[in-house]
């Protein structure tokens, strides 16, 4: 059995992260790293006495191991981001156990926060594996966070429901809002409203970068005025006047003064500084123009050297660093494989408004989405073979080394590449829509994202149908079919397989009709119609003949369905035709799976020292494999396999591996 010795217990010894027992050795894991997430400050700060003060009160309650919030609200660039990266960076040492940052606008859909995804994304930072139904995500999440001393920042907060939805237990929760949020205060909170600077105050900011004697008293005063009194603005300003030294205080405040004077006012709530923004774009580089449109164009939340290169512009690193330098971007903590760079709400702002009438904006928004679907595909081909209706792509862009880097990395982009999606429609460029979609498929399905999975795949059955491509609607329904399946929308589930139904006569890759059949096998697996489901996966197992790989899927199918259905000899007999499959085609991802379901099949027939044996092989290949989710199943079989057979050790070993496979 592959090297496995079948017994009903495993011994065996830890040396430091690694296991060995038998001829099985699993390596446990390092010790999960402490998250980061929020930025360092960019530099001299002024005049936040009293609000540094409150964010300071705050952790007295920390410190006792309760919960403390505060909540920031006030104009855009006022400032309200640099003032927590001050105080964090001041205050870690009474956050051990990390500090996590969430935008909520890049999870921010139609009005609505995707929360569950949010706290996902929470829960993995804290080394906790979100559980895939995503009511027991709150829960989960107010779980871990009993106990511990986390700071938990949630900027661009619109709404008093999104903040009371995830509060932790215990740790310091800080809010950034454009809105006052008063109703925060009936949970305890200490809202404090960010004015603009004072006169002084800005002229005290701008002076801690320029040459003494720079810039008269006067000079000074009216730049402040003239941006606002905003910190961002006027670092931006002050950013440039850095870089041309030559350039005098007063030269910059008459052109400001001579565009259009003063702000004029955009809305009731904003002052634009159009004319500021207006001045720092015209003295950017060519190429630092030529980002500067990027992000005018493409509506996601960040840009990346790899997306500036693919939309055309020349020197891209350098474009980054420039705008970087002049406040325009910041680089995203904890961004994944690529570095991120996220512009200010204001700065997105300006530069959408600035590229409007662009020449070639059509042409420069095509190669962004061609960008996101090509890297998607890359990504996706990355992770594993599978039925794809689309071609390959992309491979003019990076790679990835691994299934955990492109996951990374689709998981680090979701923002952006449901963006693409939205602005692939909008042009009604269909086929760039579906293509997308089905290269999202392991992003989604790994990370549980339902409302992005969900938004997603109605625009690219839409977009399928339009491209008159019957293969991509059939594809594209049968993953919504599994998103409304996982959610337990059984209807909804049942609804898109009948609709994909009718276009099974026109397709022409058949396994495509095996999907539709193996997902009416989980369908019916779910609600207990154990018989069909043998049934439906057996006719998904013959429109894959032909294709090993789908072949031993389905086979692997099939024997979970006769063994629900209480037929687990029948099971093993299908089982071991598919392993001699698997064997002979160096599959190794279902060679790992498959002894998980053998193991089910041993202990259903009272066979325990053998379906010991397949878990444990299981967690072998799936160690190898680095294939996390599934070697907890295996370990989590062998829990209850150990409780049968009274061996308290083994029950132990694979409780601690499910510990720290948790964080995975």
Excluded at 167 to 174: A, F, Q
Excluded at 297 to 306: I, L, M, N, T, Y
Excluded at 473 to 486: C, D, G, P, S, T
């Amino acid at each position: 059995m592959d090297g496995f010795e079948v017994s009903n217990r495993v011994s065996g010894t830890v040396h430091g992260n690694v296991f060995q027992g038998g001829n099985v050795t699993v390596h446990m894991g390092a010790k999960h790293r402490t998250p980061h997430q929020v930025r360092r400050p960019n530099g001299p700060f002024v005049n936040r006495e009293a609000e540094l003060a409150a964010l300071t009160a705050a952790l007295v309650p920390v410190d006792e191991g309760r919960r403390g919030i505060v909540v920031l609200t006030g104009l855009g660039g006022v400032g309200k981001t640099e003032l927590i990266a001050k105080f964090t960076d001041e205050s870690r040492a009474h956050f051990p156990d990390g500090d996590l940052y969430a935008d909520l606008q890049a999870y921010r859909h139609q009005g609505g926060v995707d929360l569950p995804a949010l706290l996902g994304g929470f829960l993995r930072a804290l080394g906790v594996k979100p559980p895939a139904a995503e009511a027991e995500r709150f829960t989960e999440f107010r779980t871990a966070t009993a106990g511990r001393r986390c700071l938990f920042v949630l900027d661009n907060v619109e709404h008093a429901a999104e903040v009371r939805a995830l509060l932790p237990s215990s740790g310091l929760v800080v809010v950034a809002s454009r809105r006052r949020l008063a109703a925060l205060r009936m949970d305890g909170a200490d809202v404090r409203q960010l004015g603009p600077l004072s006169t002084t105050a800005g002229a005290d900011l701008v002076r801690t970068w320029l040459d003494s004697g720079r810039g008269t008293d006067g000079e000074l005063a009216e730049l402040v005025e003239l941006c606002g009194g905003l910190p961002l603005a006027l670092s931006v300003v002050g950013s440039q006047l850095l870089d041309r030294d030559h350039v005098a205080v007063g030269r910059v405040v008459a052109e400001l003064r001579d565009r259009e004077g003063k702000s004029a006012v955009l809305n009731d709530e904003e002052g634009d500084l159009r004319p500021t923004y207006d001045l720092v774009y015209e003295r950017l580089t060519p190429h630092g123009r030529a980002l500067y449109h990027v992000i005018g164009v493409h509506s996601g939340p960040f840009v990346s050297a790899e997306l500036a290169r693919a939309a055309g512009v020349e020197r891209a690193v350098a474009a980054l660093k420039e705008l970087r330098d002049v406040h325009l971007l910041d680089e995203v903590v904890d961004s994944g494989p690529d570095e991120l760079y996220r512009a200010h709400d204001v700065v997105r702002s300006h530069a959408h408004h600035h590229t409007r009438e662009l020449p070639g904006r059509t042409e420069l928004l095509a190669r962004v989405v061609a960008y996101f679907r090509g890297r998607a595909s890359v990504a996706d081909r990355a992770m594993g073979s599978r039925l794809r209706v689309q071609e390959p792509s992309g491979d003019e862009l990076p790679g990835f080394a691994s299934y955990a880097e492109a996951l990374e990395w689709l998981y680090a982009e979701r923002a952006d590449l449901r963006s693409a999606v939205e602005a692939a429609a909008g042009q009604g460029w269909h086929g760039e829509v579906w293509r997308l979609c089905e290269s999202l498929w392991r992003l989604y399905h790994d990370r549980k994202l339902y409302q992005d999975w969900i938004a997603t795949h109605r625009l690219g059955v839409e977009s399928a149908l339009w491209d008159n491509q019957p293969d991509a609607v059939v594809r594209m329904r049968n993953q919504l079919a599994r998103a409304h399946l996982e959610r337990k929308e059984f209807a909804l589930a049942e609804e898109q397989l009948e609709l994909a139904a009718e276009q099974v006569p026109r397709v022409a890759h058949r396994p495509l009709v095996g999907a539709l059949h193996e997902t009416d096998g989980l369908l019916c697996l779910a609600d207990g119609r154990t018989a069909r489901a043998v049934e439906r996966f057996t006719l998904a197992l013959e429109e894959n003949r032909g294709d090993v790989h789908g072949e031993i899927v389905q086979s692997y199918n099939v024997a979970q369905a006769l063994i629900a259905d209480g037929r687990p000899e029948q099971a093993l007999t299908v089982l071991d035709e598919a392993r001699e499959r698997a064997v002979a085609t160096k599959d190794t991802d279902m060679l790992m799976k498959l002894p998980l379901v053998r193991a089910r099949a041993h202990r259903a027939l009272g066979r325990l020292d053998l379906a010991v044996a397949d878990a444990a092989e299981c967690v072998e290949r799936a160690e190898v494999l680095s294939q996390y989710a599934k070697e907890a199943q295996a370990h989590t079989l062998l829990v209850e396999l150990a409780e049968e057979l009274g061996d308290a050790a083994l029950a132990e070993r694979s409780r601690a591996r499910l510990r720290e496979l948790q964080g995975r």
